[in-house]
C-alpha cells in the first residue's frame, strides 16, 4: 500500500510535467523557429535501492523501488512550415542546422529563428541583438543584402560590382533533440548533445538558407489539445491510486480499533 502511494505520486509528477511542458507549447504556437518541447516517459524500476535495514532478501539481493516514470523533455526534430516575408534579413532553414550566435556572456547559442537585423555595433544578429558567431560586418551605407542559398552575405558597391561581406555556417549535433532552451528563442548544448559539426548551407546533408522567409513554430494546436487532455486524464487516474491506497491504509487501521 506504501508502494502504491509513491506509484500515483510518481506518475502525477510526471503527468504535470507533461502538462507545462504542452502549456510551453502552447504559449509558443507562434514563436518563429520555435521547437516544440516532448515529455518521454520510461519505467524506472531499480533507481533506488534498500538499506539492510529497510529489506535485503533472505539471499542477500536487494529490494529496490521505482523513482520515477519520466526522463525529462527533449525538443521535437520536425521541422516547421516556412512563411514568406519578403523582408531580406529573414531567413530560414531550409532542412537540418542551427545558426550559432554568441550571447552577451560570450558563450555560444544556437537558433532557427532567422529574424534576423543588424544590432548596435553594425553586425549581423538575431532579433534580440545576439550577433552570429560568423561575425558578419555590415556597412552603414549598405542598401540591399543578399543572402544566397549557400550562405553567403552578398552588397552591391557604388560600382554596381558584388562585394561579399561574410559567410553564414550551420552547425549540427548528433543528438539535437538534447539541446535546451535558454530564453529568447535559443538553445544551448551540454555533452548529451554531442560534438558540434560545422559546415556550409547546402553541403555535408545541411539545409539550404531561404531569404525572405521564416520558419514558423512546428507546434500544431490540435495534437497538443489533445495531449492536455489525455494527461489530464492520466494525472486524475493516479490521484485515484493514491486515494484507493489511502482507503486500504484506513481500513487496515481500523481493524484494530
Excluded: C, W
Amino acid at each position: 500500500m506504501f508502494d502504491a502511494l509513491y506509484v500515483g505520486a510518481a506518475g502525477m509528477r510526471g503527468e504535470q510535467l507533461q502538462i507545462d511542458s504542452i502549456a510551453h507549447n502552447l504559449a509558443n504556437l507562434n514563436t518563429i523557429g520555435f521547437r516544440r518541447g516532448v515529455t518521454t516517459f520510461s519505467e524506472v524500476s531499480a533507481a533506488l535501492a534498500t538499506t539492510a535495514a529497510n529489506g535485503v532478501l533472505g539471499d542477500g539481493s536487494e529490494v529496490f523501488r521505482g523513482a520515477g516514470v519520466t526522463t525529462g523533455t527533449t525538443l521535437s526534430s520536425r521541422a516547421g512550415e516556412l512563411r514568406q516575408t519578403g523582408e531580406s534579413l529573414d531567413v530560414a532553414i531550409d532542412g537540418l542546422g542551427f545558426i550559432e550566435v554568441i550571447r552577451s556572456d560570450g558563450t555560444p547559442a544556437y537558433s532557427r529563428a532567422g529574424r534576423l537585423r543588424v544590432n548596435d555595433n553594425g553586425e549581423l544578429a538575431t532579433a534580440d541583438g545576439s550577433p552570429l558567431a560568423a561575425g558578419i560586418q555590415i556597412p552603414n551605407d549598405v542598401h540591399e543584402i543578399v543572402i544566397k542559398e549557400d550562405g553567403r552575405v552578398m552588397t552591391t558597391n557604388d560600382q554596381g560590382e558584388s562585394v561579399e561581406l561574410g559567410q553564414i555556417e550551420l552547425v549540427t549535433f548528433p543528438n539535437p533533440t538534447a539541446l535546451r532552451p535558454a530564453g529568447g528563442n535559443l538553445y544551448v548544448a551540454d555533452a548529451s548533445v554531442g560534438q558540434p559539426e560545422t559546415a556550409l548551407p547546402g553541403q555535408s546533408g545541411m539545409g539550404q538558407l531561404r531569404q525572405g522567409f521564416v520558419e514558423s513554430s512546428n507546434v500544431q494546436m490540435a495534437d497538443e489539445l489533445v495531449s492536455m487532455m489525455l494527461a489530464q486524464r492520466a494525472f486524475e487516474l493516479n490521484s485515484r491510486v493514491v486515494q484507493a491506497a489511502d482507503q486500504l491504509m484506513s481500513i487496515t487501521n481500523s481493524l484494530y480499533r
